[in-house]
């Protein structure tokens, strides 16, 4: 591929993030980033070029879940597509034969940064789903901000799969305190008396609060038993909870 054609792809490219950040990953055009993102990576003059999130955002709604979280709030629209030129453009400038000598100076890319990669938890399972995840990342809700509780997910999954124990228990009573008010009420204990679900609300409320509460309040004594996966092993009824924040927040 000649280089001003090159450049007229990476331009392309351009204008598919433009649209992603301002209208989402359903807006018109955003069909082609999976074809133009391809053909990018695969030239070897452009690869070594292409920032981070290109790499790692695979479809347009991978995009669109990054930019949202790089650039939220009053004004956002506008910093995307400051930010996407900024990023792109002095790459396209390279293989503009009439723009060589002035690429253009490219920002530091905003990194999105979650905890190392985790290795697979000793059951082979995630404690809370990836695709459960993915539907919490993707409510917008105006009542109720769910980056804390996505946070906490995320944390409750690196620390199963590292053999953290008491930071998985840890996590799940935390993330039992910080979901009642999605509900309408003010403790868990109100939410596991009252809702459709609440035999599976009450067994987190009544046996992962209680472990939680032991490991977090005890002592140091002269002989110690630590938690096994077993243990605080939890998903099932915490799946139940998110799949209801899903439903009623999706």
Known sequence: ????????????????????????????????????????????????????????????????NYIQRAFDGDGAYAAR?????AQLLPIERQFRPERQKAPGARPAEVRIEYSPVRPVAPTGLTFVADARLAELRA?????????????LCEELNVAYAEGCYLATIMLTRALQDHVPPIFGVRTFAELASSRSFKEAMQRLESTARKIADAHLHQ???????????????FSAEMDVLLAEIVRMLG
Not at 139 to 151: N, Q
Not at 221 to 233: C, D, H, K
């Open 139 to 151: 409510i917008r809700s105006s009542a109720h901000d769910l980056r804390k509780l996505i946070r």
């Open 81 to 85: 597509s400051r930010y996407i030129e």
């Open 219 to 233: 002592a140091i004594r002269p002989r110690e038993t630590l938690p096994v996966a077993q243990q605080v092993n």
């Open 1 to 64: 591929m000649k280089n001003a054609e090159l450049a007229e792809k990476i331009g392309a490219f351009r204008e598919v993030l433009g649209s992603i950040g301002e209208r989402g990953p359903t807006a018109s055009g955003t069909s082609d980033y999976r074809e133009l993102r391809q053909d990018l990576i695969a030239d070897d003059r452009v690869s070594p070029l292409l920032p981070d999130f290109v790499i790692e955002c695979r479809t347009a709604r991978d995009f669109w």
